[in-house]
């Protein structure tokens, strides 16, 4: 696989990582403040700003400020989780020759969030780490691995059967594998998920996306 190629799945790693995860309430109200920001500040940049360049520094911004929380807040997966979501969106926004290692930044981050608590962000960890393995190639050019991704993807889906995020994200894994029921099934569900009011712009965004997916299904 060429370099260009090896950029172009990164960049459709990132694009597929680029999500808000409903915030769960925990016993530290200021903590839960400042991981809301972080979200809240994703959503703007991903669907609301729309020059690359303009994109790029203020994600990398935002890296900066979820780094801060996340040493504010040690032993927490929380922080964590937000510090790999936003490091992996500026992966596809960086140059060709950091994205891969953006990538397994990234992939470390949610690590040390599972071992913490795997539940974290109502099994968002557990899927953002199957997003990883399934868009990032495999050896030797990645670390890549469909069958991790089906193993995360499974394990958070028990946490979180019926949920937008979840489902939409399987769908599209179950597409690339050609089982082309299976992710029809999930990308349905993921649009029969309650609406976020608290959160418009993702909620939106999102669904829009499953119906794309779906429509290529058709």
């Known amino acids: 696989m060429s370099i260009i190629k090896l950029s172009a799945r990164l960049w459709l790693l990132v694009a597929a990582l680029l999500f808000a995860l409903p915030a769960a309430a925990s016993d530290n109200p200021a903590m839960d403040a400042q991981v809301s920001r972080i979200s809240t500040d994703w959503a703007r940049i991903k669907y609301q700003v729309s020059d690359k360049s303009a994109q790029y520094n203020q994600i990398h911004a935002l890296a900066g400020q979820a780094a801060a929380v996340v040493a504010r807040y040690p032993g927490r997966a929380e922080p964590l989780l937000w510090q790999g979501i936003v490091v992996s969106e500026e992966a596809g ?126």
């Open 93 to 218: 926004l960086a140059g060709t020759f950091q994205q891969l290692g953006l990538a397994k930044t990234a992939r470390s981050l949610l690590e040390r969030a599972e071992k913490i608590d795997p539940r974290a962000g109502n099994g968002g960890v557990l899927m953002s780490l199957g997003v990883l393995y399934s868009r990032v190639p495999g050896f030797p050019l990645g670390f890549g691995s469909s069958k991790k991704a089906a193993a995360y993807f499974q394990r958070a889906l028990a946490l979180d059967a019926s949920g937008l995020e979840v489902n939409y994200f399987y769908g599209v894994f179950l597409a690339e594998q050609g089982d082309a029921p299976g992710a029809k099934a999930h990308l349905e569900r993921a649009l029969r998920a309650p609406a976020e009011p608290s959160r418009p712009v993702w909620d939106a965004g999102r669904r829009r996306d499953a119906r794309g997916e779906l429509n290529k299904l058709h």
